[in-house]
């Protein structure tokens, strides 16, 4: 998404009080008079759009590398190597302490785009005749969508925060105090139900890189289930809401996928999973499937919004020896800094195979979810190499590839490739949960049989059960199913895992379902990355229960803001 700078660089100088104090009393000791001031910029319909794109500008930067490590070393996916780097292997390993530096910028970018969305909402709300414009509400709709996104990273990484939603003033409101993930949670779903009422439905010629009605119905449901489920508290308990109130929130997720159904435009994509990940590698704008994506463009690989995707995750690819000319026939580097739990590939259902091992009947997601090969550079050819990994410690994740992108590239590790923050196959299984929680089991199988019909595996049934879920998977004692209801949830724990790996979302439905420490212990204790004599996947040896659910306050932050009182999240 290209966007206007002027008016990015003029709503980055009001940054939230979650940013450090320097930061903000630099900012905010500027001469306004060097700037737009607010009415200038939301003197027209136009000119607020722009401030718009201003809080959407915020996404690449949260979501080109820095919050990859974030949702990873879960059971599908670690970063490698295991030297402290205060950085992505220690978010990876459990190694943090809150001087790491990446969950500080994870942090104040959560925040910039929170204060971006309070201004620009603030401004358009203040506009003439906003009441009565629908265009207007339209952009107010958008910014809350994007309030709502960045306030749901801060709950589920940090718990209860500061928050608000006012822009920050001058003179005040620099620093707040802790405000409960309740009230933050109620925050959300005001905001994405403002959302929803005042967006469209996506079509065929809309864009997924901006917030639609589906987008923010999807992401109602994923905030509604996180809420549902269990979270580390401030005094160190894990609890989750009473049943009555879980139900609420399981019957309110059930409503918004009726409104899909309803619409009817939302669907698989109709090429296939395989082919829908190719898609995103190659630049393949498709709203069918895709909700809501982040999008990443730069047009000189060194400036704008710059992603990695399909470099620093991804498959393994040797920077070419060719010469500065020939940059445009050629793939570029992938550094590949993550690595698959190799077991997972054994987990799929998969029936026949050609002699090379290429799936000819059976589930395709197995070859996309895990590549277990690399290129290298081969002089005499003068070109890259295909070569397989034997060993599964280098096996990588494998739904964004250099191989699949154009060839050519503008920097070495620079890619184009948007990161596909919601898609509908989520949508499905969140309803089939929900379902299952309002003992409807039935409808709950329909709907994860078919997520699993599109991508060629088998659907589970009472007579394939013992085969799919007790032979084929490792057996989960962590999750009883002895009654219909919990053989769901054990079919569900594995399919979300193969289905929507790599995507942001699985080390925090482990958290949710109250089985993080457990996922990770059977792993770890398991695959074969960990040796008598080498622990290349330590997750589950360092991941402390009561503490590890949440990331540490940063401590920058801890000592420049007197109202959070010096504390920190449990045990850290």
């Known amino acids: 998404m290209k966007s206007c700078n002027t008016y990015i660089y003029i709503l980055s100088l009001l940054l939230a009080g979650g940013l450090s104090t320097t930061s903000c009393s630099d900012l905010l000791t500027e001469d306004p008079s060097s700037y737009y001031e607010k009415k200038e910029i ?13 809080v959407y500008d915020e996404l690449p930067t949260l979501y080109s590398y820095m919050d990859m490590a974030f949702p990873c070393s879960d059971d599908t996916y670690y970063v490698s190597g295991l030297t402290t780097d205060k950085g992505r292997r220690d978010i990876a390993h459990y190694k943090l302490t809150s001087s790491n530096t990446w969950v500080n910028s994870v942090w104040q970018g959560n925040y910039t785009g929170i204060e971006r969305a309070n201004y620009t909402i603030e401004g358009i709300e203040g506009m003439e005749n906003y009441e009565g414009d629908e265009g207007l509400q339209s952009l107010v709709a958008e910014a809350k969508f994007l309030r709502a996104l960045y306030a749901f990273n801060l709950v589920r990484y940090w718990g209860d925060v500061p928050f608000k939603t006012t822009s920050t003033n001058v003179n005040k409101d620099i620093y707040q105090p802790r405000v409960s993930r309740e009230l933050i949670y109620d925050q959300m779903i005001d905001d994405l139900n403002f959302a929803k009422n005042h967006l469209p439905w996506a079509t065929a010629a809309t864009s997924p890189e901006k917030a639609t009605q589906g987008a ?4 109602l449901m994923r905030v509604l289930l996180q809420r549902a489920g269990y979270s580390l508290q401030m005094d160190g308990s894990i609890t989750r809401p009473d049943d009555a109130k879980r139900k609420e929130y399981f019957e309110d997720v059930i409503e918004e996928w009726k409104a899909f159904q309803e619409n009817k435009y939302h669907d698989f994509y ?15 704008i498709d709203s069918k499937e895709s909700l809501f994506e982040v999008a990443f463009y730069s047009a000189d690989g060194k400036s704008g919004a710059k992603g990695y995707w399909g470099t620093y995750i991804g498959p393994s ?7 500065v000319t020939e940059v445009s026939h050629f793939m570029g580097r992938a550094s590949a800094m993550f690595r698959a739990v190799p077991e997972w590939r054994d987990f799929f259902d998969v029936q ?9 009947k059976g589930d395709e997601r197995r070859d996309v979810m895990i590549c277990n090969y690399k290129f290298t550079w081969d002089k005499e050819a003068y070109n890259h190499k295909k070569v397989v990994n034997k060993s599964g410690k280098d096996w990588y994740p494998g739904k964004w590839r250099r191989e699949w992108m154009p060839i050519g590239y503008k920097d070495p590790n620079v890619t184009d490739v948007n990161f596909c923050y919601l898609r509908y196959a989520d949508v499905v299984l969140m ?10 089991t039935a409808e709950a199988w329909k709907l994860l049989n078919s997520v699993r019909k ?9 007579e394939n059960y013992q085969e799919l879920m007790k032979e084929k998977v490792y057996k989960l004692r962590f999750i009883s199913d002895s009654d219909d209801a919990g053989k769901f949830r054990t079919a569900l724990f594995w399919e979300r895992g193969f289905e929507l790996a790599f995507e942001g979302q699985r080390k925090y439905d482990l958290i949710r379902w109250g089985i993080i420490k457990d996922a990770l212990s059977l792993f770890g204790n398991r695959s074969e990355v960990n040796t008598s004599t080498t622990t290349a996947y330590p997750a589950g040896e360092n ?6 659910e949440l990331f540490p306050i940063p401590l920058d932050e801890l000592q420049l803001n007197p109202l959070l009182e010096n504390k920190n999240n449990p045990n850290y």
């Open 543 to 548: 991941f402390q229960k009561g503490k590890h």
């Open 431 to 440: 309803a089939a949960e929900a379902y299952n929680e309002t003992e409807n």
């Open 216 to 219: 923010a119905r999807a992401l």
């Open 42 to 54: 939301f003197a027209s319909e136009e000119k607020a759009a722009m401030a718009v794109v201003g």
């Open 352 to 360: 026949e195979e050609d002699e090379d091992g290429n799936i000819i």
């Open 454 to 462: 599109r991508a060629g595996a088998r659907e589970i049934t009472t």
């Open 270 to 284: 109709p090429g296939g999973y395989t082919e829908l990940f190719k898609g995103f590698s190659a630049g393949t």
């Open 317 to 323: 690819v040797a920077q070419p020896s060719i010469k």
